[in-house]
């Protein structure tokens, strides 16, 4: 798939069909996410891989809507150091980007992903075997798609292009 088609096709997946993925695929959306950019080169995450299914139920526990995660062929946790300070804003904006390379890496694989908060730290951190000293920022679930395939989303359900970009000025 080419990057715009990624890009297009990416949606959030909450049904997938069970198969398991190829070690293979994981390690390229995890590479995606280690590159990501990251403020002063920070880099302020690991990556914690489940494919467990009792671990997977048990970590679909830390949100209400993380249930789809309990589902997911394989889930990525996000893991960042507690940040006492300004730097958690810098951390949260570069753990976005990881999500979303992570999110068209898959895309570009025909994975389907989403995303789900972290509510229940104290859940997490016995799910995951979080040290006290860091804290599960996100969840990605991914699997294949139940329902439909990715495919270019020719009409987005999303504001209007003129209502949303400004040149120049508002």
């Known amino acids: 798939m080419e990057t715009w088609d990624a890009i297009t096709s990416r949606r959030d997946v909450r049904e997938y069909t069970g198969d398991p993925l190829r070690r293979e695929e994981l390690h390229a959306i995890l590479e995606a996410g ?18 467990d299914r009792e671990q997977l139920r048990r970590l679909s526990e830390v949100w209400k809507g993380a249930r789809h995660v309990a589902r997911s062929a394989t889930t990525i946790a996000l893991v960042t150091p507690e940040h006492p300070d300004q730097s958690r804003e810098r951390a949260e904006y570069d753990l976005g980007q990881v999500s979303m390379q992570m999110m068209l890496a898959a895309a570009d694989l025909d994975i389907g992903s989403a995303h789900s908060a972290v509510e229940d730290q104290e859940r997490a951190r016995e799910v995951l075997g979080l040290p006290d000293d860091c804290r599960c920022a996100y969840l990605i679930p991914l699997g294949r798609p139940a329902d439909r395939p990715l495919m270019p989303i020719e009409q987005p359900d999303r504001r209007e292009f003129d209502r949303v970009v400004h040149w120049e000025r508002w």
């Open 34 to 51: 280690r590159r990501a950019p990251s403020s002063r080169n920070w880099q302020p995450w690991d990556f914690i891989v489940v494919t």
